[in-house]
């Protein structure tokens, strides 16, 4: 156990073994670029629905996979701004 606060400064916050990249100084995530990144692609799958498709398979598809994948992040959004915080 550290008795003082130069020995807590000198201890490593995060087990390099357990998340190898803290080592190297990156630690951390793109939230805000994870949910633009959502976004398009809801609205690429949206915009395939333009095309030469012959049956309603593939449209059944694509506006279920982008209704999912909304959900999702429309889940995730709520989540960050109510108290049951992930």
Same mark, same amino acid.
């Given at each position: 156990?550290?008795?003082? @606060?130069?020995?807590?400064?000198?201890?490593?916050?995060?087990?390099?073994?357990?998340?190898?990249?803290?080592?190297?100084?990156?630690? +951390?995530?793109?939230?805000?670029?994870?949910?633009?990144? +959502?976004?398009?692609?809801?609205? @690429?799958?949206?915009?395939?629905?333009?095309?030469?498709? @012959? +049956?309603?398979?593939?449209?059944?598809?694509?506006?279920?996979?982008?209704?999912?994948?909304?959900?999702?992040?429309?889940?995730? @959004?709520?989540?960050?701004?109510?108290?049951?915080?992930?």
């Amino acid at each position: 156990m550290a008795s003082n @606060s130069r020995e807590l400064a000198q201890q490593p916050a995060v087990d390099p073994e357990e998340e190898p990249s803290a080592e190297w100084g990156w630690h +951390g995530g793109f939230p805000r670029a994870m949910v633009v990144a +959502g976004w398009v692609s809801v609205a @690429s799958l949206l915009l395939m629905l333009i095309g030469n498709h @012959s +049956g309603q398979t593939e449209n059944l598809w694509l506006v279920g996979v982008a209704i999912v994948m909304a959900a999702a992040l429309v889940w995730h @959004s709520a989540g960050k701004r109510n108290s049951w915080r992930r």
